[in-house]
RNA sequence: GGGCCCGUAGCUUAGCGUGGUAGAGCGAUCGGCUCUUAACCGAUAGGUCAAGGGUUCGAAUCCCUUCGGGCCCGCCA
């Protein structure tokens, strides 16, 4: 059984009758916006909503946005203005840090950008709001002056929860925003007025009030303030708070005992990392600007298949990203389809197609489509002439046989996605071993691999080839007999690495016959003799 | 110091609330397809189930300990 089918249950009797519901989660932006933030926050929320709404109910996915929180100034965040710039943005929320590129209103909104304009590929009907928007709300501040009326109760839980340096009578668990150093979190707030004011004296030695919605509850109370605000019913949250007697046991005692809150159903999720050529590199942080983005992931693979990755693991255990593994990852995607379709499943296959419904969503394509693997796309492309590659693939498919009809428009859509897709990634992420690289000159180690029999092989071929003519059907024409003649000098199979070597320097490479033509015959000619020269 | 999560073939993993001596996909190797590959089809190899101990007739599965990766228990969110 799929993890999921033990999950989905767990909720829906969580909710019991309930028929409208909500499902949040939030994250800061702190900096870089990686695909990390897709898993709990987005896809596997966006899964559960998809699952209850199926069984009937009216599903609404929040994702919040902290903006209100300070910028911490980490050194990667620091990097992000050049050389020492940065610093007097310390302790500002992260709406009032402007946007080191200059290109966008703020900090927030600059690096929102690459997940945030995108989002709608990995998961669709997702609610965006912030915490700025959130304190703005009616609901917000009065919930606020509710709190702050129960400070001195809110005082006694919280100070449980800490260690030496407990909160003094009298404290007031909310941070305003100084007007003068713009900092949030380091003046003190000394009193509040019924209208929402609240007068506090700031550590930079000024004075003043400033509203609800310029500062923030004290993180604690925010937490569930915004289970209450925005009526949330389930919400996944980062291994960070998950350990028992951490930060959300703390939150969800201020929810049941000040607020008379039912806490939200949790669910606790691993994070992502990221890894290259087989070295883990550890987490993805936003404000270490450790990872990348979604925007970026969309430039060489589908949204289905990060879906399907964040999907088929568990929530509870790490995963780990690796660009060039790009076509291992569709590969999964591929087989999760196809066993989609599958009549009849083993067990095996029954998690494999279950992942792929729940990744597809809605958009769980028809049957039978034709879908090219990845790596054999990223193949493709290279060899493919420039102009028109959606047409030289499909007719090179036609002529090896692999496509044995017309493909219909999505179909071609697809394919063509798929090459863009592989294309992209061959020139940037795919392993060495992956391009097909015509050498211009006769590599030269290759001599010394090739044996007297090798060489004389490859004099054969180009014997061959003078006469012939220069198109697909010739050369494999020419090459079968030749493979076939009683003297040959070599194994067939020996010959195809001897000309894999003598053209790319590699021992393997595309289907020599489409390949050969679409490279200038006196170029093949003239590599043939170098081969032959001492 | 206390607590939590994770550790099954090269990779991704099933099995682990009801214990009976490990299944799969990818990759690799070999072979087939009277067209060669990295397509497709078939076969083969590959695991002391992180390590040690215990309970048991029998443990990947239950208990204890250890190791490795990570998180929480101060502040900040």
């Known amino acids: 059984m799929h993890w999921f089918d033990e999950l989905l249950p767990r909720v829906e009797s969580f909710l019991g009758e309930k028929k409208d519901t909500v499902i949040s989660a939030g994250l800061s932006v702190s900096g870089l916006q990686h695909v990390g933030r897709l898993r709990g926050e987005v896809v596997l929320a966006n899964a559960i909503a998809e699952g209850l709404r199926k069984s009937g109910r009216n599903v609404k996915q929040i994702l919040v946005l902290y903006t209100q929180d300070s910028w911490k100034g980490k050194d990667g965040q620091l990097a ?53 928007e959130v304190y703005q709300t009616d609901e917000m501040r009065r919930n606020v002056l509710e ?56 550590s930079c030695g000024d004075e003043g009030a400033s509203s609800i919605e310029e500062g923030k509850l004290n993180w604690r109370l925010e937490w569930p303030s915004l289970w209450k605000v925005l009526s949330v019913d ?21 929810a049941k005992n000040v607020m008379s809150l039912t806490p939200p159903f949790g669910i606790a999720y691993e994070w992502v990392g990221m890894s290259r050529e087989g070295t883990d590199l550890g987490d993805m942080s936003s404000s270490d600007f450790k990872g990348f983005t979604p925007k970026e992931w969309l430039e060489f693979g589908e949204p289905h298949a990060l879906r399907f990755i964040y999907l088929q693991a568990k929530p509870s255990k790490r995963i780990v990203l690796d660009l060039a593994k790009m076509d291992t990852y569709h590969d999964h995607l591929d087989s999760g389809y196809s066993n989609y379709w599958q009549d009849e499943k083993e067990e095996e296959s029954e998690l494999k197609s279950r992942t ?25 492309t290279q060899i493919s002439s420039v102009e028109d590659k959606l047409h030289w693939v499909v007719s090179r498919l036609t002529d090896t046989g692999i496509l044995t009809r017309e493909l219909a428009e999505d ?76 003297d040959f000098p070599v194994s067939t199979k020996r010959f ?8 790319l320097g590699k021992e393997q490479g595309p289907r020599a016959a489409p390949f050969l033509s679409i490279l200038e015959k006196d170029f093949v000619l003239e590599r043939l003799d170098d081969v032959s020269q001492e």
């Open 496 to 503: 195809f690495r001897n000309l894999y070597l003598a053209l």
């Open 147 to 202: 709190l702050l009326e129960k400070a001195e109760k809110i005082r006694e839980i919280v100070n449980r929860y800490r260690g030496r340096m407990k909160y003094p009578e009298g404290w007031i668990p909310f941070e305003p925003l100084c007007k003068k150093c713009m900092k949030i979190g380091s003046a003190e707030a000394l009193s509040v007025s019924e209208d929402g004011q609240v007068s506090y004296k700031c």
């Open 234 to 254: 389930i919400e996944p949250f980062g291994k960070d708070h998950a350990t028992p007697g951490g930060s959300r046991d703390s939150c969800k005692n201020l």
């Open 356 to 380: 792929y419904d729940i990744s597809a969503v809605d958009r769980v394509a028809r049957k039978d489509m034709f879908i090219l693997p990845y790596k054999e796309a990223s193949l493709l």
């Open 411 to 486: 179909e071609e859509q697809y394919l063509s996605k798929r090459i863009g897709l592989a294309d992209a990634w061959i020139t940037k992420y795919a392993p060495e071993s992956y391009h097909v690289e015509l050498q211009e000159e006769l590599p030269e180690d290759v001599r010394s691999e090739l044996t007297e029999e090798d060489v004389k092989s490859l004099a054969i071929f180009r014997e061959r080839l003078e006469g012939a003519d220069w198109n697909e059907d010739a050369l494999k024409e020419t090459m079968i007999q030749m493979t076939k003649m009683e």
């Open 80 to 132: 992000q203005f050049g050389d020492g710039g940065g610093k007097e943005y310390v302790g500002r929320r992260l709406i009032d840090v402007p946007d080191p590129k200059g290109c966008h209103e703020n900090w927030v909104d600059h690096y929102w950008r690459d997940f945030g304009d995108v989002l709608e590929e990995f998961a669709t009907k997702v609610e965006i709001t912030s915490t700025t």
